[in-house]
């Protein structure tokens, strides 16, 4: 990998670390302020947590996309 390369996947992790802690500090903020039994909202940004977890630190699209 070369060095141009390292810094951008750097770049993209630092990125998508930086959305998570933001979307933790909203899920705090609406569960917060919602009334209690009120699931979706809660459930929609856990779906938006995973799927920036699988796609950015799993890498689960190079499970079918291989670069060769």
Do not use: N
């Not at 009120?38 to 920036?52: E, H, K, M, Q, T």
């Amino acid at each position: 990998m070369s060095t141009a390369d390292y810094a951008t996947e750097q770049k993209t992790g630092v990125i998508a670390f930086v959305a998570l802690v933001v979307l933790k500090i909203v899920e705090y903020a609406v569960a917060v302020a919602m009334p209690s039994g009120s699931f979706l909202p809660i459930a929609a940004l856990a779906v938006v947590d995973g799927w920036i977890i699988l796609k950015y630190f799993m890498h689960m699209p190079q499970l079918w996309h291989s670069e060769e």
